[in-house]
């Protein structure tokens, strides 16, 4: 897939870093990868950073919103550097690599945060597998002819792995969730709603292909992205910080 991004690149002249010389929406969206660059490096420092300044059981979440960001930060660098080379060229293959690495990631917050133990791993097995059976189905269908049988087969397999995810946050998870410290549930509710509102924008966006709305299509990526990656680590932290000020108030 890279190799191909080489090909087109070498056949279609680069994006101008001069706002003026690109179509309005492509200068858009270029500079919205360089954003979500920084925004993502930004926040991969940041949660690692606050790392030792948080209780030593939840130190595993942060340096897991501190990965998130940082693999997240790296391929959109890459991606940056695919569509400015290549004229404008979606580097797809590069987007659905970063969500198969960094989506798993953001769900494994879930028994992280909750400490289960080994009660844990069952949860933690089910919402990997599914999320990658997602974004597996999800790049088949994004590869497929559009409107085709299996561009609508694979993009509706995808989702009902989304929506059995999104169950398994409200359903299985939901006692340990309501049993957790205050601090500690109120982020894990602002969470699910990061996957359950937040995530939405990502099959809306891939319907918009079958409008034409491309570039559309990946301005709205690239701003759910840093919003929902960046904003679901903050909330684990928050979350956390909240639970210490109340251990020491009560201390």
């Given at each position: 897939m890279?190799?191909?991004?080489?090909?087109v690149?070498?056949?279609l002249?680069?994006?101008?870093?001069d706002w003026?010389q690109?179509?309005p929406?492509?200068?858009?969206?270029?500079?919205l990868?360089?954003?979500?660059?920084?925004?993502m490096?930004?926040?991969?420092?940041?949660?690692?950073l606050?790392?030792?300044?948080?209780?030593?059981?939840?130190?595993?979440?942060?340096?897991?919103?501190?990965?998130?960001c940082?693999?997240?930060c790296?391929?959109y660098?890459?991606?940056?550097?695919?569509?400015?080379?290549?004229?404008?060229q979606?580097?797809?293959?590069l987007r659905y690599?970063?969500?198969?690495?960094?989506?798993?990631l953001m769900?494994i917050?879930f028994?992280?945060?909750l400490?289960?133990?080994?009660?844990?791993?069952?949860?933690?097995?089910?919402?990997?597998?599914?999320?990658i059976?997602?974004?597996?189905?999800?790049?088949i269908?994004?590869?497929?002819?559009?409107?085709?049988?299996?561009?609508?087969?694979f993009?509706?397999v995808?989702c009902?792995?989304?929506?059995?995810?999104?169950?398994?946050?409200?359903t299985?998870l939901?006692?340990?969730?309501?049993?957790?410290?205050?601090?500690i549930?109120?982020?894990?509710?602002?969470?699910?709603l990061?996957?359950?509102?937040?995530?939405?924008?990502?099959p809306?966006?891939?319907l918009?292909?079958y409008g034409?709305?491309?570039?559309?299509?990946?301005?709205?990526?690239?701003?759910?992205?840093?919003?929902?990656?960046?904003?679901?680590?903050?909330?684990a932290?928050?979350?956390?910080?909240?639970?210490s000020?109340?251990?020491?108030?009560?201390?």
């Amino acid at each position: 897939m890279i190799a191909l991004f080489a090909n087109v690149a070498g056949t279609l002249a680069a994006l101008s870093y001069d706002w003026s010389q690109n179509a309005p929406l492509q200068s858009v969206t270029l500079y919205l990868f360089f954003a979500g660059t920084v925004a993502m490096g930004a926040g991969a420092a940041y949660f690692l950073l606050m790392r030792n300044n948080v209780d030593v059981a939840y130190r595993s979440t942060m340096v897991c919103a501190g990965l998130v960001c940082g693999i997240a930060c790296f391929h959109y660098f890459k991606m940056t550097h695919v569509y400015q080379d290549s004229g404008g060229q979606f580097p797809t293959a590069l987007r659905y690599i970063d969500w198969l690495f960094t989506t798993p990631l953001m769900l494994i917050k879930f028994p992280l945060l909750l400490r289960l133990g080994d009660k844990g791993k069952k949860f933690f097995v089910q919402l990997v597998t599914l999320d990658i059976g997602m974004i597996v189905c999800a790049f088949i269908a994004e590869t497929s002819p559009v409107a085709s049988n299996e561009w609508w087969g694979f993009f509706l397999v995808a989702c009902v792995l989304e929506l059995l995810i999104v169950a398994t946050l409200y359903t299985g998870l939901g006692s340990a969730i309501k049993a957790a410290p205050a601090p500690i549930a109120k982020a894990l509710d602002t969470m699910r709603l990061f996957i359950l509102i937040g995530w939405a924008i990502y099959p809306i966006g891939f319907l918009m292909a079958y409008g034409g709305l491309g570039e559309v299509r990946e301005i709205f990526y690239n701003v759910a992205d840093v919003i929902n990656k960046v904003g679901f680590g903050l909330a684990a932290y928050w979350g956390i910080e909240a639970l210490s000020h109340s251990s020491k108030q009560t201390a």
